[in-house]
């Protein structure tokens, strides 16, 4: 091989070395067919369930959930068609106890939220119907990690 010929081969592995580089970075911050890539939902109760109270209102992430201070996607509970955005409970962790809901039928929607509270994308919902019920406002906390506090504006 010529030194031409060397010096062109070197030149086309770098490029290609470079291509493959940048193929496998990008693949690894592409968002899924038709959005973000984020996700988020209700795991349980299930659309439709009989409950008392309290229960536990499950969710499923596909990113950390945690208190914004530390820069974590947060979820922003919203009950029976309250705006995500105005009257909702803070939710920090996947697990939460809710409690404070009258007997009878509810609508809970979860709403996926950035650390500045600005909405994320994802959002699920579910109808439950709510046995005994409780008289108040109704709270949320978590049963398993992350922190929470009740919020509302």
Do not use: Q
């Amino acid at each position: 091989m010529d030194r031409t010929s060397k010096r062109w081969f070197g030149i086309a592995a770098l490029v290609l070395a470079l291509v493959l580089l940048a193929t496998a970075c990008g693949k690894k911050n592409t968002p899924a067919a038709g959005g973000s890539g984020l996700t988020l939902k209700i795991t349980a109760p299930i659309d439709g369930a009989s409950v008392s109270e309290p229960f536990t209102l499950e969710v499923d992430s596909s990113v950390p959930l945690g208190d914004p201070s530390t820069g974590e996607h947060h979820v922003h509970l919203c009950i029976d068609g309250a705006s995500c955005d105005k009257t909702y409970k803070l939710v920090y962790g996947n697990s939460f106890d809710v409690t404070g809901l009258s007997a009878g039928k509810h609508t809970l929607e979860v709403s996926l939220r950035n650390a500045d509270h600005s909405a994320a994308g994802p959002t699920d919902t579910v109808t439950i119907t709510v046995s005994g019920g409780a008289t108040g406002s109704p709270t949320a906390s978590p049963t398993s990690g992350g922190g929470y506090s009740y919020g509302g504006g």
